[in-house]
Each structure stands twice: as C-alpha cells, then as structure tokens.
C-alpha cells in the first residue's frame, strides 16, 4: 500500500516537472500585460490578435509546409532506398547504413554548419529551399531506420511466388510488399514529421532572409520579448494535439491489443 | 533474376546520390574548412586550438554538465520505467501519451518557460517567499543549465527504457522467485541486464545532444557560461571564423565518436539499436 | 491504429494550415530588408507595400557582429541594411556598400544636419548611408532597489549589486563600458589597455546576474536587476513599463552611435531599396517608428510633429551631447582589431 502511494507520488512530481512550464505558458497566453515579466490580468484577445499577425501566421505556414513537403519527400526517397539497401551486398551495405547514420548521430550544430557551408559554396539562394533540403536530409535517415527492420522481417519467397504466378514486378511490389511494410513507413513518415516540426538548430544555419519557420522566430523573439500572440498559438498547438490523441485513444478499437510495437512506435515518434 | 536484383539496387540512387550530396559533401567541407587557414593554406592550428584555456573549459565543462545530466536522466528515468511498466495494459498507451506530449510544445519556448519559473522574481520564488521559505538561485548557473538538459532530454530516457523493461518475460522474473531471489536480487540478476540496451541507446540520445547544445546554455545560462556548442556557434556566427569553428567541429565530433564507441563496448551483449 | 494515426496528424495540418491564409502578392518587385529585431513599426511596412506595390522581404538579426557575417558571405542578397557606425565603416572598407544615389531620396534632407556631420567620421562625404536611428549607451537602474545617486560607470562593479547587474553581451559594448572605466577611448587597440579591460570585466563577472543583449528590457521591467546596461532607445519604452526605472549617461562618457540606412554593392533591386529608405525618412514614417520603437529619431521633421511636449523636449529622447564628456563612436579596427577583440571576450566569457 505506502509502496503504491510511494510510487503515484513519483509519478506525480514527474509529471508537474514535465508540464510545469506548459502551464507557465499557457497562462501567458492569458496575461493581459505584453512583458513575460508581469501578470496584467486575464485577456483573450493575443487568441484574437494572433489570426492577424502576419509574421507568426507566415511562420506557422512555413513550418507546416516545410515539415508536410519534407516528411513526404524523406518517406518516398527513403522506402525507395530500403528495397535498393535489401538487395546490396553485405559490405557495400553497412557502407551506406554508416553513412545513414552520420545524421542521427552526429551533432546537430555540426550537420547545421555544414550544409551551410555546403549551400555557400554551391550557390544556393538561402530560402524555403534550402532549409527544405537539410530537412530531407536529416528526415530520410528516421524513415530507413523504421522501414528496414519492416523489410527483413519480410519473407522473400511471398514476392517471388507473386512474380511466378503471372505478377509483374511492380504489381508484386503494391500488392505483396508495401503492404507488409506499411507501419514501417507510416511511423517514419510520422516521426519525419515530428522531427521536421521541432527542429530549430538546422534551420538556424540554413535559413534564408524573410523566412521563418516558428522555432526560428521565437529564436529571435525570445531575445526581445516573445510577442504573446507565440503564447496563444502554442497553446492551439498543444491543445488540439491532445485532444486528437486523446479522440484517437480512446477509440475502443483494438485497444486490448495494444502491443510493445505500438509503444516502440511512439518512442520513435518522441525520438 | 540477377537482372531483376540490378534494378532493384538501382532504385536507391536517388538516395544514394542525395546522400552523397548533402551528407558526405557538406562534412568533406567541414573537414577542409577545418583544416586550413583563411587564406586556404593547410593548417592543425584550429584543431590544435582546442587547448587553449577558454576552448578547453568549454569542452570539459560541456562534458560535464552533459554527464551529470545523462546520470540524473537514468536515476529518474529507471523507476518510472518501472512503474510504468507494471502497469495495467490499458492504460499504457495514455502514459506513454504524457510522456510524449510535452514535445509537440517547441522546445524553445518550453526552455523559456523554464526562465520565467526559475528567475529571481520568478514564480517558484514567489511561492517561496509567500510560504516563507529561502528563495531559489540557480538561474544563470550551470544548475539551471542541468536542469534544462534533463527536462528536455528525460523523454528520450523514460521511452527506450520502459520499451525494454516492458518487454521482459514476466515469467522468468516469476522463475527467479520461485527459486528465491528477494526483490534486489531480481533487480540485479534480471531486470538490469536485460535492461541494458534501453539504458545505452537512453544514453546516447541524452548524452549527445546534452554535449553539443547550445540553445540550453544560452537560455538558462545567462550567457555567462560558454559550452563547446556556444563557442562554435559564436564563432560561425559573430566571429565568422569558420575556420575555427570547423577546426573546434572536428573535435566535437571525435569526442562523439568516441563515446559511441565507449557506449558500444558496454553493450557488447544485445544488437544496439539507436532507437 | 497506424492508419489512424497518420489520418489523425494530416487533419491537424490542415486544420492549422485553413485558419492561417497568407495573402498579398507582389506587383512591383520586392525589396529584402536586414533591420535590427523590433526596430520598425510593422504598420509602415504594410503601409509601404500598399502605397508602392512592392513586397518587403523582411529579415532581422540582433547584432552587427552576427549580421556582417551573413551580408559578406553573401548567401542571401539584400538590398536594404541598417548597421551601426563602425560596422558601416567596416562595410565600407571591405567594398561591401555602393553610394546611394541622393536625387532619389528626396526626404533624405529631413534629417538633421548634424546628424550628417556625425556620420562623417565612418562615412566621410556622407556617401554610403542615411541615418535611422541615434542614441547612447547608458546605465538603466531600479529606484526602489538603488538609493544612491547613479552617475559613473563603477557602479557595475560594485560588490553591493552582486547578482543584480545585466551586463551586454556584445564585444564592443561589454569593452567599452570597461575601457571608458578606465579612462581609455574605446577605439583602442593598444594591448596593455585592452588586457586591462579585459581582467577589469574578468573582475566583475561574478558580480553579473547575467549577459544580454535585448532582454535587459524584459527583466528590468520585471524588477529581476536593479542596475543594467542598456541603449537610449529603450529607456522610454521600459520607463511606460516601470516607472521606477531611471536612465543616465554616466560621467566618464559612453558611446554614441548612428544606426543608417545602407545599401550593399550586391542588391538586386536598388531602385526599391531607395524608395524604401525614402519612405522610411518621410516625416510621418519616422513619426510613427519613433513612438514604436522610441529609439532618438534624426529625423527634425518628424521630432516637430511629435504632440507630447515632454518627450519631444525629452532629455532621454534627446539629449544635449555637448554636456557630456569623453562621448566617442565606434571606429572599425581593422581585422586584427576586431580578432584580438572577439578573443578576449571569448576569455571573459569562458572565465
């Protein structure tokens, strides 16, 4: 029993870590007061001044569009590449898996940097463009990683046998294979996504003048003063996500069988 | 079929060209950046330049704070994992919901809130100072700086974790007490080595960014305290000495290869997965 | 589920992308503007874009050691600049500026004439640049928690205060602030002089609560400091805020700087860039960027239109300069200068 409340109390001082300054910025959302640094009272109207700031609208868009184009593109070139990485031959394979890896594992600031310095030297007009193509870059690697333990658990002879029976090769692909892989690309997509949406250190080194995606205009807000209007949108942000998940949650589909899978999935999609 | 393979393989190279493209180009010029002087003459100077006191102090003191963090992440990870484990299944998933929602408010902004709790006038002084107790001083001290790695990073402890515990047949746990194992010994003869995976890939995805931010110095920080991630940012971005920014990259990179590596040979048993 | 999922996160996308509609298309070109965070009234942006027809592309950075880097790698292209007095110099220098061409700007002549002649020590002629926005460098303190008359830069570096200074996180400022301490010009590049500032800063480190650049703002408002380093500019906006706020120009003499209009050697749309500087100098433009930012207009036209006597009349606003002393303006020190700069701060600031 003291165990049980031991352990309900853990989780509760937890969870006030962990929400502590959600609260704090929900709040500010409401503070009448324009400075971070006094409570005027309660207001709505950063919820109503927030649909005609031009600059944070243009932000959102960016970011919506940036991570919406980037997901799709890192899953298309990434599960392309999976089937491509199968048929490689053991050496050549870990090759190009190390290369996958460098991304994930390497410093953010670093990746920034030199894609930077990558885009100076070639030319490119620093823009939506190029914080697109760093997006992609560091995306594809988290779609290979959840498509390819898909693809090995893959049984080969399903395909061929499509093949023997009269399928044509693309055929086969859409009908015996895509499916089986599917919550491998769905899970990268979404963790693409994820990533896309959060990042601010890549898109610092290779954003472009005038455009901004959210993370990189609070950057520079935070230094001033963030505009409470930022409050009000996180606090849409936030809150229609949870409820979405919550909607989603409590479908009572399936929901017994909630396995390890579905777990590890998320864990990717916070990774 | 052999034909058939070719094209298959040949299906990759627009990742392959990609990556060519935008991962090995790009650290190819890192490297020759790193590697040679303004005026393009080859050079160690800026890798060299590592020791010198102020670019010391920040790696080690990035170091640091970095493993402090990743520490405090597996103390206060390890228990909730199990908890949450033991669990009933139906309510897992919403816990994992928790865990994971937080992220979906941008990172800088939660960091910043963290400013607004922490400061001298601050709210958790407030609450202090009305219930009479002695306030708080740790914004703008690297206390605060470990605090903000462990809030940001405590999810990418808890998930990988509680992945692996969760995952642990209960019956050979039931086994070990049915011989007589008390709770410790189940804990250390079963749960923590089977646990083993999810501690290491924790660790790297805590350690890693810990080690190269430079967002979280810079927010609770106060800017007093420079991190090797802050340096090689100022030096990109006001110094605009990119020479040494790259040279001091390179380093930081070989730090991380080398942690890797460390974390790679206590994981000897299990295959290592990263996520 | 997964399915599910991945439908669930597409509707909130489109969710968030319907309620935020980006109108406005660009009918006469575009002009890609490189200002200071916050150092416009966006009103006169969309007032510009109605009037013209051209889209501003809007950028900011925060300081003129981050915003150098950027115009000189040349990575992005911009046609409308505002740095301060040394970088201008040092833009100067490295070819980075063309002249700007004077008949088009016919408002340029709202500018105060001494303003011109200030800027002549980093623009000789008055070729490259149009000035913005002027003011000083000077210590911002709290009334209620300073009960001592405030008029000289050591006030920073006493032990009473521990905790409760903001100091700028910025090369020159931080040095400055030191060097005229000390009695020196902050455009030395003697090296016993400099080390001395640098150990002096070095000294006071422990003293700081924190380094800041626009925040200083922010926590003097919310009474987290009682002493801070701060430009002119902001002392109006922060007194609105909090009256027991107080701003002086200490006795050993401080900075005074210009930020100007420039246009650099690469932009693409001169023509643009010079109907926005034109615009930016119009009486009733600089009118209403001067209540919004309350950074010292040189704008004369615009300084008589202001109704409130007391802020026209403001000795923050507007300060007799010839009552200070020891009041310099940046010079650019040449790459050596500006390396052994970054290097020492680096020191106090790893310290």
Known sequence: ?271 | MDNHKRNLKILGSPYYLWSAFFIIIPLAMVFYYGLTDRSGAFTLANIASIIQTEHIKGLFLALELSFISTVICILLAYPLAMILSARKVSSKSFIVLIFILPMWMNFLLRTMAWQTLLEKTGVINSVLSFLGLPVLKIINTPSAIILGMVYNFLPFMVLPLYNCISKIDENVINAARDLGANSLKVFTRIILPLSIPGIISGITMVFIPALTTFVISKLLGGSKILLIGNIIEEEFTQASNWNLGSGLSIVLMIFIIVSMVITEIFDKGGESNFL | MKKNHVIVMLLAVMVLALTSCKGGSAKNGEVVVYNWGEYIDPETITMFENETGIKVVYDEFETNETMYPKVEAGATVYDVICPSDYTIQKMIDNDLLQEINFDNIPNAKNIGAQYYEKSTEFDPGNKYSIPYCWGTVGILYNKTMVDEPIDSWTVLWDPKYKDNILMQDSVRDAFMVALKTKGYSMNTTDLDELTEAKNYLMEQKPLVQAYVIDQVRDKMIGDEAAIGVIYSGEAIYTQRENENLEYVIPKEGTNVWIDSWVIPKNARNVENAEKFIDFMCREDIALLNFEYITYSTPNDAARDLIEDEDIRNSKIAFPDLSQYQNLETYKYLGQEGDELYNELWKEVKSD
């Open chain 1, 1 to 271: 029993m003291i165990k049980k409340i031991c352990r309900n109390i853990y989780l509760i001082l937890i969870f006030v870590f962990l929400y502590a300054p959600i609260v704090t910025l929900v709040v500010l959302s409401f503070n009448k007061s324009k400075t971070r640094a006094k409570w005027g009272g309660f207001t709505l109207k950063w919820y109503g001044s927030l649909f005609t700031n031009e600059a944070i609208m243009g932000a959102l868009m960016n970011t919506l569009l940036i991570a919406l184009v980037a997901s799709v593109v890192s899953t298309l070139i990434g599960t392309i590449a999976c089937i491509s990485i199968m048929n490689l031959n053991k050496k050549m394979r870990s090759v190009v898996m190390g290369v996958t890896n460098i991304p994930m594992l390497n410093a953010e600031i670093v990746t920034g940097i030199s894609l930077m310095l990558l885009f100076i030297s070639f030319n490119f007009k620093f823009g939506l463009g190029t914080i697109l193509l760093s997006h992609i870059t560091f995306c594809i690697p988290y779609v290979i990683l959840s498509v390819m333990p898909r693809m090995q658990q893959l049984n080969p002879y399903a395909y061929e046998a499509a093949l023997d029976l009269g399928a044509g090769p693309v055929y086969g692909f859409f009908k015996v294979i895509l499916p089986e892989i599917m919550p491998g690309i769905a899970s990268g997509f979404l963790m693409a996504f994820t990533m896309s949406l959060d990042d601010f250190i890549i898109t610092h080194f290779t954003k472009g003048a005038g455009v901004d995606t959210l993370s990189t205009k609070i950057y520079t807000e935070v230094k001033k003063g963030i505009k409470p209007e930022m409050y009000a949108l996180s606090t849409i942000i936030f809150v229609t996500v949870l409820i979405l998940l919550l909607l989603v949650n409590y479908k009572p589909l399936e929901k017994r069988q909630k396995t390890d899978k579905e777990v590890k999935e998320a864990v990717k999609v916070g990774g």
